[in-house]
T-cell receptor, first 116, second 111 residues
Framework: AQKITQTQPGMFVQEKEAVTLDCTYD???????LFWYKQPSSGEMIFLIY??????QNATEGRYSLNFQKARKSANLVISASQLGDSAMYFC?????????????FGSGTQLTVLP | DAGITQSPRYKITETGRQVTLMCHQT?????MFWYRQDLGHGLRLIYY???????DKGEVPDGYVVSRSKTENFPLTLESATRSQTSVYFC??????????FGQGTRLTVV
């Protein structure tokens, strides 16, 4: 079974500062993918970034980067230069590539609030 | 329009009634998922499907039934709704590896 843990129920960050949202995972699969999603107050799920377990470089998408530390089984999301519009719930997720691990499993989320 | 559509967006039903939530995709993505979202629990997987006629249980399948006779549709049925099934339900698809696409969600209230 695979498991995602997000230990920060809520985070605050000052506008224009960087923030790191923590995510650790557990899986027995050798090959897997890690995802981050944003859910604003309107409720939709917005895909942010993806990291494959065999990708040698950390994924980046604009102001988002994924700090992937495979040995530590962590996949933290870094948001640079926070904006007020970044205030939302953020979910980390993973999926394996074999058998039942192909389901997409989510963490409990981190509520980020960006302060002006 | 291309994408993934859930219907209805909002539903109020009575305890004991059967209710079906619909999910339709205009792509032909292999994998489809049903999640429920409750405060403090994130998204919990109810059922998923790897292809037409192939479904499997997720973390919280009790009280739910799914089918997938066609690739593009993945309905979720609550056979006898209970108040504990009041939640926001999300359908998602996954093709390849790198991104899952979500519907807008269905807010279900069981009274």
């Amino acid at each position: 079974a695979q498991k995602i843990t997000q230990t920060q129920p809520g985070m605050f960050v000052q506008e224009k500062e960087a923030v790191t949202l923590d995510c650790t995972y557990d899986t027995s699969d050798q090959s897997y993918g890690l995802f981050w999603y944003k859910q604003p107050s309107s409720g939709e799920m917005i895909f942010l970034i993806y990291q494959g377990s065999y990708d040698e470089q950390n994924a980046t998408e604009g102001r988002y980067s994924l700090n992937f530390q495979k040995a530590r089984k962590s996949a933290n999301l870094v948001i640079s230069a926070s904006q007020l519009g970044d205030s939302a719930m953020y979910f980390c997720a993973m999926r394996g590539f074999s058998g039942s691990a192909r389901q997409l499993t989510f963490g409990s989320g981190t509520q980020l609030t960006v302060l002006p | 329009d291309a994408g993934i559509t859930q219907s209805p967006r909002y539903k109020i039903t009575e305890t004991g009634r059967q209710v079906t939530l619909m999910c339709h995709q205009t792509w032909s993505h292999s994998y489809m998922f049903w999640y429920r979202q409750d405060l403090g629990h994130g998204l919990r997987l109810i059922y998923y499907s790897a292809a037409a006629d192939i479904t499997d249980k997720g973390e919280v399948p009790d009280g739910y039934v799914v089918s997938r006779s066609k690739t593009e549709n993945f309905p979720l049925t609550l056979e006898s709704a209970t108040r504990s099934q009041t939640s926001v339900y999300f359908c998602a698809t996954l093709q390849g590896s790198t991104e899952a696409f979500f519907g807008q969600g269905t807010r279900l209230t069981v009274v």
